[in-house]
């Protein structure tokens, strides 16, 4: 069985940094894309950041690229989404996301990813 579990959110001022986990257990991440996704009350999950199975690449929202950064360790089967200069609209609850076939392509789509976590809050405020 496939659990993803985050963690890493917490309260934080803007301008300030976190760096989010996602632990993967029942699966290898070096053989599965992963995504980073995340949602605010009332609204829609949305696309933060990918990283391919063989982590050659990565690809961002427009929203947060230049200031995100994922990643992967394989040895320890965890993905990282690094934050840095975060702002109040950057305010969420963050998902990690897993897609099920192995050495498939990474995707923007949360349809799709088969395998997802709970969610670490993240709040940026003064």
């Known amino acids: 069985q496939v659990q993803l579990v985050e963690s890493g959110g917490g309260l934080v001022q803007p301008g300030g940094s976190l760096r989010l986990s996602c632990a993967a257990s029942g699966r290898s991440f070096s053989r599965y894309p992963v995504g980073w996704f995340r949602q605010t009350p009332g609204n829609q999950r949305e696309f933060v950041a990918f990283?391919?199975?063989?982590?050659?690449?990565?690809y961002y929202a427009d929203s947060v690229k230049g200031r995100f950064a994922i990643s992967k360790d394989n040895d320890e089967n965890t993905v990282y989404l690094q934050m840095n200069m975060l702002q109040p609209e950057d305010t969420a609850l963050y998902y990690c996301?897993?897609?099920?076939?192995?050495?498939?392509?990474?995707?923007?789509?949360?349809?799709?990813?088969?395998?997802w976590g709970k969610g670490t809050q993240v709040t940026v405020s003064p």
């Open positions: 990283i391919s199975w063989s982590a050659a690449y990565k």
């Open positions: 996301a897993a897609r099920a076939q192995r050495f498939s392509e990474a995707s923007l789509k949360e349809s799709d990813y088969s395998y």
